[in-house]
């Protein structure tokens, strides 16, 4: 029985990796022309080389270089920080009119925020915990209501 509640518990409750859009990684693609055309005048067969991997190599590192945000092991993870979910309170998710609003005028410069352009949807959490510099984490997300039921589930099944 025991042995059922650990797996449980390490769970991944949600993960989302904030990707790109297909826009910015097209644009993004176009930096291996670019790369071709400067080695065009050696030899275009280099050309064509350095071309394709430069491309390929700015493609991958705008997905692999991209935040990831999860709820997991109690832990809730937005980018390079990571808090227990019990020291954090109820999420609360936006999208459209709202979600511009937290994300612009209405984003408190002491928030540690994990924002991204071409992501409409935003989970703001109130940070509970008295030491922490940062009152609020505002991040956005593809799915706001899987994060934020993530995050209370999780809360509500903590020791």
Partial sequence: MASTN??????????ERLSPSLWVLAAAAVCGPMAALVFAP?????????G???????????VFG???????????????ARIPVDLTGD????????????????LDPRSWHVIRGGIDGVVVVPILDPDDPAPVWVISTRTPDRLASALKRTRTSAP
């Fill in 6 to 15: 650990t797996a449980t518990s390490s769970a991944v409750r949600y993960r």
């Fill in 42 to 50: 050696i030899d275009t067969t280099l050309a064509l080389i350095a």
């Fill in 52 to 62: 394709a991997a430069v491309a390929v190599a700015v493609v991958l590192a705008l």
């Fill in 66 to 80: 991209s935040p990831v945000v999860g709820v997991e092991r109690g832990m809730l993870r937005a980018g390079r």
């Fill in 91 to 106: 999420p609360v998710e936006l999208r459209g009119e709202q979600a511009r609003h937290a994300r612009g005028s209405g």
